[in-house]
């Protein structure tokens, strides 16, 4: 039996949503070239980057939660949209960090999977569903931190309350055990202040999917030339 997500009181434009995006990316940009490029010499640069994955969970799960995106096969389109990419990131990712974990496109794969399984409900379906999270979250970039991350919003944006709020603050602070900092806690405060203003931007869809594996190709390319 198919759980239906419940209409949600909390919403957010679509423009304020867009500006989340490209906070993320921006913020994910400047992330990987002081890591890569810069070899982490900017603390500020490392401590802005830990907002990137939470603003893009929280834009993913409110995409996955409007209403009619299971019967729509929303869900599966985004899967085969991330499986794509996350495979022509790869190359430049695997020279950059190694095979393991698998980048951050794998984790919001697996985000999306464990959120259908769960909207589509019954004692099977929640079972898989525990198993990928337990299983994939060991392989895939910020673990399961990132997965709690993403599972808080989902929860919360199906049904705002204050303990949801708080399981979601939750698992955004669990991300300090991988950070080394609560900035990704901060992403909580920048995505709160969004709701409160309505900014005008259109969707750019396929920009976010494209720009992943393009700025990491670029970035690799960078590394190997000035190895050499």
Not at 13 to 42: I, R
Not at 124 to 151: D, K, Q, S
Request: net charge positive; hydrophobic share 60%.
């Amino acid at each position: 039996m198919k759980t239906q997500p419940q209409v949600s009181s909390w919403s957010i434009s679509n423009g304020s949503l867009e500006a989340l995006k490209w906070v993320g990316l921006l913020l994910m940009a400047g992330d990987h070239v002081n890591k890569y490029l810069l070899h982490e010499s900017s603390p500020a640069l490392y401590a802005l980057g830990r907002m990137a994955m939470p603003l893009f969970g929280f834009v993913l799960m409110v995409n996955l939660t409007r209403p009619g995106a299971l019967e729509s096969g929303l869900h599966l389109r985004v899967m085969k949209r991330l499986a794509i990419f996350a495979l022509l990131a790869t190359p430049a990712f695997v020279h950059l960090v190694g095979w393991w974990p698998l980048n951050i496109l794998a984790t919001f794969f697996l985000a999306t999977l464990i959120v259908r399984l769960l909207e589509r409900g019954g004692w099977a379906a929640r079972c898989t569903a525990l198993i990928a999270f337990f299983v994939g979250g060991a392989v895939v970039e910020f673990w399961w931190p990132a997965l709690l991350c993403c599972l808080g919003s989902w929860a919360f944006l199906r049904r705002p309350n204050g303990l949801r709020m708080l399981l979601w603050a939750l698992a955004m602070a669990s991300l300090t055990a991988i950070n080394g900092n609560f900035a990704a806690a901060v992403a909580l405060l920048l995505i709160w202040g969004a709701r409160h203003v309505e900014i005008p931007l259109s969707r750019s869809r396929w920009v976010f999917y494209a720009f992943y594996p393009i700025h990491l190709s670029l970035i690799a390319l960078v590394v190997i030339v000035t190895e050499d």
